[in-house]
């Protein structure tokens, strides 16, 4: 079979001829239709992430969707995190508590490209949130695949009113195609009070923010939050830091909340996913992303935006 191996920590992988996987004990066989490029494979493939320096070679991909006993499967793999390999390839194998049955029809590319992505923002919007029907909500990061699922997943979970804020002119008109009420762009050279102003100007009092970007954003979107308000960080491409006065999280008892999707059991996750295809299988959820043969896995490694290979 082809796959794409990532033979040196810190280089885009090479696609080579490889044996199909054996499952072993516990684990099923899946032929793979659809493995997206994402953030955390980049990070373990950089040999400097929080997991250590991966084993090579190693199969990256830790997540995937594909094809077992004729029905299409959503399934996550720990490929770069721990031994292992994942789901950039024609067969890859994963555990059976990680593979979810996909309702027939499921886009299996825009599924992939949705994923734990999307997951993750429904879960930062309806649990760690804990977003309430007809709160504001402040989306930072709107441009990506985090930031587009939750604008639309907002809506889905009750939010009253919308708001989108990204770099990208590009970015915040999909954004408004999208249904949120309001966008906000992010200008360079700007301090957090002067963003804090424009945000407040087109969102008013927040309920709650989230936030996969951490940095300057965060610290002007907290700003914005009413009394009680919560902010939901669940990355940092905009900064590792969000230097918080105190007086600010003290006069207005706000709240600043950490998710990951690895705290998820597989029962908690199998639900969310499934939540999130079902909008798209409804139609009212989508996000863009580039389809990219299994071959060219290299030349799209680093490549802006959400990539999904195919065989």
Do not use: K
């Not at 793979?32 to 320096?53: H, K, M, Q, R």
């Not at 996550?76 to 390999?85: E, K, L, S, V």
């Not at 949705?114 to 402040?138: D, I, K, P, Q, Y």
């Amino acid at each position: 079979m082809r796959a794409a191996e990532i033979r040196t920590a810190g280089q885009p992988p090479v696609v080579v001829d490889r044996a199909e996987p054996v499952p072993g004990p516990g684990e099923v066989a899946v032929r793979v239709t659809a493995a997206p490029i994402t953030p955390l494979d980049l990070l373990c493939a950089s040999g400097t992430s929080y997991f250590g320096a991966p084993a090579t070679p190693y199969v990256p991909g830790v997540q995937g969707v594909g094809e077992r006993a004729g029905r299409p499967v959503w399934f996550a793999t720990a490929a770069g995190m721990q031994p292992g390999d994942g789901s950039m390839a024609e067969h890859a194998v994963a555990a059976s508590a990680d593979v979810v049955v996909l309702p027939d029809g499921a886009d299996h590319t825009l599924v992939a490209a949705l994923g734990l992505s999307a997951v993750a923002a429904w879960r930062c919007l309806t649990g760690t949130g804990g977003l309430a029907a007809g709160e504001t909500v402040l989306v930072l990061g709107a441009g990506g695949v985090v930031g587009q699922s939750a604008v639309q997943l907002a809506r889905v979970a009750g939010a009253g009113r919308v708001i989108a804020c990204a770099r990208s002119e590009a970015a915040l008109d999909r954004a408004r195609s999208s249904g949120a009420d309001g966008t906000v762009r992010l200008e360079d050279g700007e301090d957090a009070d002067e963003l804090a102003q424009r945000l407040s100007a087109v969102a008013g009092p927040v309920d709650l923010v989230i936030d996969p970007v951490c940095g300057l954003p965060a610290v002007a979107a907290l700003r914005t939050l009413r009394p009680g308000g919560r902010l939901v960080n669940l990355g940092s491409a905009a900064g590792e830091v969000c230097p918080v006065p105190s007086a600010l999280l003290r006069s207005r008892s706000l709240r600043i909340l950490g998710y990951t999707n690895n705290e998820l059991s597989a029962g908690e996750r199998r639900e969310a996913l499934l939540t999130v295809v079902d909008q798209a299988v409804r139609g009212a959820l989508t996000v863009g992303y580039e389809r990219v043969p299994l071959q060219d896995a290299a030349r799209a490694w680093r490549r802006p935006g959400r990539v999904v290979l195919v065989p």
